[in-house]
């Protein structure tokens, strides 16, 4: 299994432009999340998704979107990027029944604005 | 009050001794507690999970936790120079209402050798 992948692992971008982050998963799980961290910091959760077709906001939305159609895969948009959205973001999956939230990451994805 | 503290650090300790990790968290609530380790330009990995209170040991990592007290730690015995990394506590804190882990700012932790 590959576990959580993601692509790409770098990218510079525009003030201005739009940019899709992928995410793929191989292990089935059902939740799947996206996360941004700055540098020193925590990881902040963007948006999460408990089953294909269904998507909830999370701690720091504003300024993406997102959709799930499949199991295996959630990408993020990022639509207008501005200097603020700079940031290395991480995917992760888990499989969630009740209260385990064992959460495995993907490698991430470093995003400079300029 | 942030809603899952830690201290930011470092701790640092030397090779051979326990390092003891402490973080509290805001919802009396919560249920699921966990450690990420995460070195420098990597991803987070998933050390421990706990959800009762008491202690819960694997290898040389034992995770706390303290329901009443609001406080989960992680001690790691023998420590190695390879354990140098920044860890994470994460909560599912139930007050959010979101399906979804909060996380601390993490510890950085240097194990001299």
């Known amino acids: 299994n590959a576990g959580v992948t993601q692509t790409p692992k770098f990218r510079i971008l525009k003030i201005g432009q739009s940019m899709t982050l992928q995410c793929t998963q191989d292990?089935?799980?059902?939740?799947m999340y996206w996360y941004r961290q700055d540098p020193g910091m925590g990881l902040k959760l963007i948006y999460y998704?408990?089953?294909?077709?269904?998507?909830d906001k999370g701690e720091v939305p504003n300024g993406y979107n997102v959709s799930r159609s499949t199991t295996e895969d959630f990408p993020l948009r990022l639509e207008l990027a501005a200097p603020s959205q700079t940031s290395v973001y991480f995917c992760?999956?888990?499989?969630?029944?009740?209260?385990?939230?064992?959460?495995?990451f993907g490698p991430g994805t470093r995003l400079t604005v300029t | 009050q942030k809603e899952v503290e830690q201290n930011s650090g470092p701790l640092s300790v030397p090779e051979g001794a326990i390092a003891s990790l402490n973080c509290t968290y805001s919802d009396r609530g919560s249920q699921s507690f966990f450690w990420y380790r995460q070195y420098s330009g990597k991803s987070p990995e998933l050390i421990m999970s706990?959800?009762?209170?008491g202690d819960k040991e694997d290898g040389r990592f034992t995770a706390q936790l303290n329901k009443a007290s609001q406080y989960v730690s992680l001690l790691i015995r023998d420590s190695q120079p390879s354990d140098s990394a920044t860890y994470l506590c994460?909560?599912?804190?139930?007050?959010?209402?979101?399906?979804?882990?909060?996380f601390g700012s993490g510890t950085r932790l240097q194990v001299q050798p």
């Open positions: 994460a909560v599912n804190l139930r007050h959010t209402g979101r399906r979804a882990l909060t």
């Open positions: 706990i959800y009762s209170n």
């Open positions: 992760a999956s888990s499989f969630t029944s009740g209260t385990d939230y064992e959460q495995y």
């Open positions: 998704s408990v089953g294909a077709g269904i998507t």
């Open positions: 292990m089935n799980h059902n939740y």
